[in-house]
């Protein structure tokens, strides 16, 4: 059995070295113009170039597979590995397509795992957790009216004059921002075509309680709903978001017009938010050893006739330390980690996204919460 990596973009560091200071043989193949040679020689590992067609054919059944390449690459990666027996992990959304190929990973043995970076990722075992300690009180009733919010950031410590700074462009940003975005509050599901038009502030219960500009992302309850709450559940507010600092949306209102004038034919969008991302990445680099930092909560509230009955949260914040930047370190470990599941077994093929399994989710969670400086568990009520 051997691990493939593909991809390091800025933040495969310290997931490569928690596998490597296990003795796990590591081969990182590094598509061309992906990492600079110094970011390399620091990574440990053989490297070869990333060719599919080369990767596809080195690899043996029970080989595993990590992907840091971009979305669109995944499905064509899956297939081949699913051809060779082999598993696949990456830390992004599991897509339709890379849903619907459950049953072929099935026949060949093959487990497909998805969702387990940081968001999606570290936000779902956090949300697990809370919703499994829910269930298991005795507050939880029938009646309650549950509200569940998840919401993170990534950023610079200093965020500068426009908010925000880039290690690579941030397209998948743009994505998201030129999508609709679809959440549940006061028991109505609502749909707005610019997340930035659902925009409002958050008040995030950190040791030092800090307010963040916060708005929607993507659909929240398909993205969540149908793996974590019960469908009997009565639910007031269902909300998946991402934190900002404060003057972000002041800062980004040249962005949202750009994107709200783009093209609507999809292969044009898609140029024209490229060149975004790519200007965007050029006018506000991270510089040097600049820090970055990591602020994520995840709330489940719990009410019964208008009072709260049980109302717990986590919360992290991490910054760049000599282990890395935030990012990388709550991106690449949890990876690194499932990694380690699925060479133990502990994972079943087929397709999944991260764990549900309380059992799983706990030793995961004790893992990960290293990465950070702050992460807690909070019970409001106490």
């Known amino acids: 059995m051997r691990i493939h990596w ?11 070295r928690r596998l490597s200071q296990d003795g796990f043989p590591v081969t990182i193949w590094v598509p061309a113009g992906d990492g600079d040679q110094a970011r390399l020689r620091d990574l440990p590992g053989g490297v070869r170039r990333y060719v599919l067609s080369e990767l596809d054919s080195v690899l043996g059944r029970g080989d595993i597979v990590v992907s840091m390449l971009r979305a669109e690459d995944h499905a064509d990666l899956a297939r081949h590995c699913i051809g060779r027996g082999a598993h696949f992990l990456w830390p992004g959304h599991v897509s339709p397509e890379l849903a619907g190929m459950d049953d072929a990973a099935r026949r060949a043995g093959s487990v497909l795992m998805g969702g387990i970076g940081l968001d999606p990722g570290l936000d779902h075992l956090m949300a697990q957790d809370l919703v499994t300690a829910y269930r298991m009180s005795l507050a939880c009733r029938p009646g309650n009216v ?45 749909l707005i075509a610019h997340p930035w038009d659902g925009l409002g502030e958050r008040l995030v219960p950190l040791p030092r309680p800090q307010t963040f500009e916060v708005h929607p992302i993507r659909d929240s309850q398909r993205d969540w709903g149908s793996s974590l709450l019960d469908s009997a559940w009565t639910v007031r507010e269902f909300f998946h978001g991402t934190l900002r ?28 938010l490229a060149e975004l991302s790519e200007r965007l990445a050029a ?6 050893d600049e820090p970055d930092r990591v602020v994520m909560e995840v709330t489940l509230l719990a009410e019964a006739g208008g009072r709260p009955v049980w109302h717990q949260s986590w919360v992290l914040d991490a910054e760049a330390d000599t282990r890395g ?19 133990a077994r502990e994972i079943p093929v087929g397709v999944h996204p991260a764990p549900h399994d309380p059992r799983l989710v706990r030793r995961l969670l004790d893992q990960c919460i290293l990465q950070a400086q702050t992460c807690l568990r909070i019970n409001h009520l106490r």
């Open 6 to 16: 593909c991809g390091i973009g800025p933040g495969s560091g310290p997931g490569l």
């Open 146 to 190: 549950l509200s569940f919010q998840s919401v993170s950031g990534s950023f610079p410590v200093e965020p500068g004059p426009f908010r925000g700074k880039f290690n690579h462009p941030p397209t998948d940003m743009l994505r998201t921002l030129s999508a609709p975005a679809r959440y549940r509050r006061g028991f109505v599901d609502l």
């Open 245 to 272: 600092p404060l003057g972000w949306a002041m800062a980004w209102q040249s962005v949202f017009d750009q994107i709200a004038a783009m093209p609507k034919d999809p292969q044009a969008r898609e140029t024209a």
């Open 283 to 288: 006018d506000h680099p991270y510089h040097g």
């Open 325 to 343: 930047s935030a990012l990388a370190r709550l991106v690449s470990v949890p990876v690194a980690l499932c990694v380690l599941l699925v060479m």
